[in-house]
């Protein structure tokens, strides 16, 4: 498919340098967003706030995992029963905690606890502890901040290494090749859209229940024994049957797509994007363009 739209998009008329000048704005494009998102960010920490990319399922929907959020310093005895808290716990400084409050024992200490949490964390959180109230949740957001360094780095050598040794020819189908390919394997990397979590196994009786919450973006159908399954979106939580394929094996969950709706058709436009960008630009063949003279 690729090899057939040069022809479509007529570069010997003209159509390289609309191509090359609509690539070189994108570039530039995307450049100029990245540096707005760094002075953003570095404009928040500047006047207090910080931030960090949710890693663990216990906020639920209120946060899952891959949400940006969003903290401000705050004072214990202005916080609130149901307000959002980051802390660093007092047996494991170096871990962030994003938690919502759900007892007031004093006005200087706070009970938390994750919304698909069993129990309470075991200690308050003191003002000592505190990093902050969330004050933005940004779910998605931060699968793209997890990502983008990756991007980046992959699509600047993309860039140097077929500008010095591919051929002005195969140049721009190399880099739209290149650029797919880089989105590919970080997808597979970081695992953003389906991401089945397991975080209990029970038992009621009849055999072993799992409970397993969506670390992705996407909706998923998680799958156990015997064709059973469970229907989620992102954060949210359910309990499958599952069995061991052999006698003494692991309990095994499978997790796939369960796409429909504007999910479907967001899915379908996201991976029709490199075939659109060609037949709406073209790729450029040659190095320069060549403009009939008449």
């Known amino acids: 498919m690729t090899l057939s739209l040069p022809a479509l998009a007529g570069p010997q008329h003209g159509s390289s340098r609309h191509g090359g000048r609509a690539g070189t704005a ?16 570095a404009g928040w920490r500047l006047t207090g706030g910080s931030w960090a990319v949710i890693e663990t399922p216990s906020m639920g929907r209120a946060a899952p995992v891959g949400t940006l959020i969003l903290t401000r310093p705050a004072a214990l005895e202005h916080i609130q029963v149901g307000d959002v808290l980051t802390y660093r716990p007092r047996n494991a400084r170096q871990s962030l905690y994003t938690h919502r409050v759900v007892a007031k024992p004093t006005s200087r200490t706070a009970q938390v606890q994750g919304d698909i ?49 591919v ?21 597979l990397l970081l695992r953003p859209f389906v991401h089945p979590i397991l975080i209990a196994v029970t038992d009621d009786g009849s055999g072993p229940l799992a409970s397993v919450v969506s670390g992705g973006l996407l909706p998923i159908r998680v799958t156990g024994a015997d064709g059973n399954h469970v229907d989620l979106s992102a954060g949210e939580t359910g309990v499958v049957r599952v069995a061991a394929q052999q006698a003494g094996g692991a309990l095994m969950v499978n997790g796939s797509p369960n796409l429909h709706g504007w999910w479907l058709v967001a899915t379908i436009a996201v991976s029709l994007l490199p075939m659109l960008w060609c037949a709406l630009v073209g790729i450029a063949t040659e190095e320069k363009s060549q403009v009939d003279p008449g």
């Open 167 to 187: 051929p002005p020819r195969w140049r721009s189908s190399v880099r739209i090749l290149g650029t797919c390919l880089t989105f590919a394997a970080t997808s």
């Open 26 to 41: 994108a570039a530039v494009s995307a450049l100029l967003a990245c540096l707005l998102l760094v002075a953003v960010g």
């Open 117 to 165: 949490n069993g129990t309470p964390d075991p200690f308050p959180v003191g003002q000592e502890d505190l990093v902050g109230k969330v004050v933005a949740r940004w779910i998605g957001v931060g699968w793209l901040v997890r990502a983008l360094p990756t991007v980046l780095l992959a699509v600047v050598v993309l860039l140097v290494a077929t500008g010095r040794y």
